[in-house]
Protein backbone atom coordinates (compact mmCIF):
# COMPACT_ATOMS: atom_id res chain seq x y z
CA UNK A 1 0.00 0.00 0.00
CA UNK A 2 1.48 3.25 -0.94
CA UNK A 3 1.87 5.86 1.90
CA UNK A 4 -1.58 8.14 0.09
CA UNK A 5 -3.24 5.29 0.99
CA UNK A 6 -2.58 4.75 3.95
CA UNK A 7 -3.23 7.88 4.92
CA UNK A 8 -6.28 8.20 3.34
CA UNK A 9 -7.79 4.85 5.03
CA UNK A 10 -5.91 6.39 8.19
CA UNK A 11 -8.35 9.56 7.68
CA UNK A 12 -11.34 6.99 6.90
CA UNK A 13 -10.81 4.84 10.56
CA UNK A 14 -10.23 7.96 12.69
CA UNK A 15 -12.13 11.01 10.59
CA UNK A 16 -12.15 13.34 13.48
CA UNK A 17 -9.65 16.16 13.19
CA UNK A 18 -9.72 16.77 17.28
CA UNK A 19 -10.79 13.84 18.17
CA UNK A 20 -9.84 12.51 22.08
CA UNK A 21 -7.17 9.81 20.92
CA UNK A 22 -5.72 11.33 18.06
CA UNK A 23 -2.28 12.55 19.35
CA UNK A 24 -2.37 9.53 21.20
CA UNK A 25 -2.81 7.30 18.00
CA UNK A 26 -0.45 8.83 16.02
CA UNK A 27 2.00 7.73 18.04
CA UNK A 28 0.91 4.40 18.89
CA UNK A 29 0.45 3.75 14.94
CA UNK A 30 4.28 3.80 14.32
CA UNK A 31 6.11 3.35 17.91
CA UNK A 32 5.43 -0.13 18.87
CA UNK A 33 7.13 -1.32 14.63
CA UNK A 34 9.99 1.50 14.94
CA UNK A 35 10.41 0.37 18.45
CA UNK A 36 10.42 -3.63 17.57
CA UNK A 37 12.63 -2.96 14.27
CA UNK A 38 15.52 -1.43 17.06
CA UNK A 39 15.17 -3.67 19.64
CA UNK A 40 15.46 -6.83 16.59
CA UNK A 41 18.35 -4.63 14.87
CA UNK A 42 20.32 -4.09 18.01
CA UNK A 43 20.35 -7.61 19.22
CA UNK A 44 21.36 -8.81 15.46
CA UNK A 45 24.35 -6.45 16.08
CA UNK A 46 24.93 -7.56 19.37
CA UNK A 47 24.89 -11.67 18.38
CA UNK A 48 27.35 -10.77 15.65
CA UNK A 49 29.64 -8.56 18.25
CA UNK A 50 29.94 -11.66 20.44
CA UNK A 51 31.64 -13.84 18.08
CA UNK A 52 34.04 -10.50 17.25
CA UNK A 53 37.57 -10.12 18.93
CA UNK A 54 39.08 -6.45 20.14
CA UNK A 55 38.20 -3.36 19.61
CA UNK A 56 35.65 -3.97 16.93
CA UNK A 57 33.93 -6.49 19.40
CA UNK A 58 33.41 -3.28 21.68
CA UNK A 59 32.32 -0.69 18.97
CA UNK A 60 29.64 -3.54 17.52
CA UNK A 61 28.86 -3.81 21.09
CA UNK A 62 27.93 -0.40 21.38
CA UNK A 63 26.05 -0.11 18.34
CA UNK A 64 23.87 -3.00 18.89
CA UNK A 65 23.42 -1.54 22.47
CA UNK A 66 22.08 1.89 21.83
CA UNK A 67 19.35 0.30 19.64
CA UNK A 68 18.39 -2.39 21.62
CA UNK A 69 17.63 -0.27 24.71
CA UNK A 70 16.35 2.35 23.11
CA UNK A 71 13.79 -0.51 21.53
CA UNK A 72 12.53 -1.55 24.61
CA UNK A 73 12.05 1.63 25.47
CA UNK A 74 9.65 2.26 22.46
CA UNK A 75 7.71 -0.86 23.10
CA UNK A 76 7.44 0.13 26.71
CA UNK A 77 5.89 3.59 26.27
CA UNK A 78 3.61 2.00 22.92
CA UNK A 79 2.89 -0.56 26.28
CA UNK A 80 1.67 2.56 28.57
CA UNK A 81 -0.22 3.97 24.85
CA UNK A 82 -2.25 0.70 24.78
CA UNK A 83 -3.25 1.07 28.55
CA UNK A 84 -4.35 4.36 27.83
CA UNK A 85 -6.73 3.47 25.24
CA UNK A 86 -7.95 0.90 26.89
CA UNK A 87 -8.89 3.01 30.08
CA UNK A 88 -10.55 5.59 27.62
CA UNK A 89 -12.55 2.92 26.22
CA UNK A 90 -13.81 2.26 29.61
CA UNK A 91 -14.69 5.59 30.46
CA UNK A 92 -16.48 5.95 27.57
CA UNK A 93 -18.80 3.70 28.38
CA UNK A 94 -19.73 4.00 31.70
CA UNK A 95 -22.79 5.40 31.83
CA UNK A 96 -24.47 1.67 31.02
CA UNK A 97 -23.92 1.49 35.02
CA UNK A 98 -27.08 3.14 35.27
CA UNK A 99 -28.79 2.15 32.10
CA UNK A 100 -28.45 -1.46 32.04
CA UNK A 101 -29.31 -3.96 35.20
CA UNK A 102 -26.36 -6.25 33.83
CA UNK A 103 -23.73 -3.71 33.70
CA UNK A 104 -24.19 -2.17 37.07
CA UNK A 105 -21.60 -3.54 38.59
CA UNK A 106 -19.18 -3.49 35.67
CA UNK A 107 -15.18 -2.64 36.05
CA UNK A 108 -14.69 1.43 36.88
CA UNK A 109 -11.93 2.62 34.30
CA UNK A 110 -9.04 2.69 37.08
CA UNK A 111 -10.13 -1.16 37.88
CA UNK A 112 -10.48 -2.29 34.30
CA UNK A 113 -6.17 -1.00 33.85
CA UNK A 114 -5.14 -1.38 37.50
CA UNK A 115 -6.37 -5.52 37.82
CA UNK A 116 -4.31 -6.09 34.38
CA UNK A 117 -0.85 -5.77 37.03
CA UNK A 118 -1.94 -8.20 39.47
CA UNK A 119 0.72 -11.10 39.33
CA UNK A 120 -1.51 -14.28 38.45
CA UNK A 121 -4.56 -12.61 38.93
CA UNK A 122 -4.55 -10.94 35.69
CA UNK A 123 -4.03 -14.17 33.67
CA UNK A 124 -8.17 -14.10 34.35
CA UNK A 125 -8.49 -9.99 34.46
CA UNK A 126 -7.19 -9.27 30.79
CA UNK A 127 -10.35 -11.16 29.71
CA UNK A 128 -12.43 -9.23 32.11
CA UNK A 129 -10.74 -6.19 30.54
CA UNK A 130 -10.47 -6.91 26.91
CA UNK A 131 -13.71 -9.01 25.88
CA UNK A 132 -15.87 -7.73 28.59
CA UNK A 133 -14.61 -3.59 26.89
CA UNK A 134 -15.74 -5.57 23.72
CA UNK A 135 -18.83 -6.67 24.70
CA UNK A 136 -20.23 -3.65 26.34
CA UNK A 137 -18.59 -1.03 24.02
CA UNK A 138 -20.76 -2.66 21.07
CA UNK A 139 -23.83 -2.94 23.38
CA UNK A 140 -23.28 0.63 24.13
CA UNK A 141 -23.21 1.41 20.51
CA UNK A 142 -26.65 -1.04 19.87
CA UNK A 143 -28.11 1.04 22.20
CA UNK A 144 -27.82 4.38 20.49
CA UNK A 145 -28.27 2.64 17.28
CA UNK A 146 -25.07 4.39 16.12
CA UNK A 147 -23.25 3.55 12.65
CA UNK A 148 -19.77 2.66 13.97
CA UNK A 149 -17.51 -0.14 13.09
CA UNK A 150 -17.74 -2.70 16.33
CA UNK A 151 -15.34 -3.41 18.31
CA UNK A 152 -14.64 -7.55 17.48
CA UNK A 153 -14.59 -9.59 20.76
CA UNK A 154 -13.59 -12.73 18.78
CA UNK A 155 -10.14 -10.12 18.49
CA UNK A 156 -9.99 -9.71 22.10
CA UNK A 157 -10.29 -13.50 22.95
CA UNK A 158 -7.74 -14.22 20.57
CA UNK A 159 -5.10 -11.44 22.37
CA UNK A 160 -5.98 -12.80 25.55
CA UNK A 161 -5.51 -16.20 24.53
CA UNK A 162 -1.94 -15.68 22.76
CA UNK A 163 -0.74 -13.24 25.74
CA UNK A 164 -0.85 -16.61 28.29
CA UNK A 165 1.21 -18.81 25.60
CA UNK A 166 5.04 -18.30 26.57
CA UNK A 167 7.06 -17.24 23.46
CA UNK A 168 5.29 -18.49 20.94
CA UNK A 169 2.39 -16.29 21.68
CA UNK A 170 4.50 -12.84 21.87
CA UNK A 171 4.14 -11.44 18.35
CA UNK A 172 1.10 -12.92 17.91
CA UNK A 173 -0.42 -11.13 20.99
CA UNK A 174 1.37 -7.90 19.90
CA UNK A 175 -0.44 -7.80 16.58
CA UNK A 176 -4.09 -8.79 17.75
CA UNK A 177 -3.62 -6.03 20.70
CA UNK A 178 -2.15 -3.80 18.58
CA UNK A 179 -5.54 -4.31 15.85
CA UNK A 180 -7.94 -4.35 18.94
CA UNK A 181 -6.91 -1.11 20.58
CA UNK A 182 -7.18 0.59 16.71
CA UNK A 183 -10.88 -0.85 17.01
CA UNK A 184 -11.90 0.35 20.71
CA UNK A 185 -10.12 3.92 19.71
CA UNK A 186 -12.25 4.17 16.94
CA UNK A 187 -15.36 3.15 18.53
CA UNK A 188 -13.99 5.51 22.06
CA UNK A 189 -13.60 8.50 19.89
CA UNK A 190 -16.96 8.12 18.10
CA UNK A 191 -19.18 7.68 21.17
CA UNK A 192 -17.07 10.94 22.92
CA UNK A 193 -17.86 13.13 19.64
CA UNK A 194 -21.30 11.84 18.56
CA UNK A 195 -23.10 10.83 22.16
CA UNK A 196 -21.27 13.44 24.47
CA UNK A 197 -20.60 16.56 21.89
CA UNK A 198 -16.62 16.52 22.38
CA UNK A 199 -15.84 19.16 20.43
CA UNK A 200 -12.75 20.85 21.29
CA UNK A 201 -9.28 18.91 23.48
CA UNK A 202 -10.18 19.01 27.45
CA UNK A 203 -8.01 17.67 30.58
CA UNK A 204 -8.34 13.77 30.57
CA UNK A 205 -9.79 14.15 34.22
CA UNK A 206 -12.83 15.67 32.90
CA UNK A 207 -15.47 13.03 32.62
CA UNK A 208 -17.37 12.11 29.35
CA UNK A 209 -20.79 11.08 30.78
CA UNK A 210 -23.96 11.80 29.02
CA UNK A 211 -26.10 14.29 30.96
CA UNK A 212 -28.87 13.21 33.74
CA UNK A 213 -32.13 12.97 31.67
Given at each position: ???G????E????Y????S?N?K????F?V??W?S??A?V??????AV???A???E????A???????LL??????A??I?GYIL??????SIQ????ES?Q????PTP????GL????F???????V??VG?????N?????RA???P???????IA?C???L???????P?A??AY?????V???????WI?????????P?A?P??P???
Open positions: MSAGWMEYREMPYENPRVLKWTLPVLGTGGGVVLASERGEAGVAVLGLVPFGLGGILASLLYRGWKALRRPDYDMGAAVCFVPFSCYWIFAALANRMRFLDRLAVRVSSGLATVLVIPYVGLVSICIFLLQARATDSIRVYGWTHPAVTFYPNP
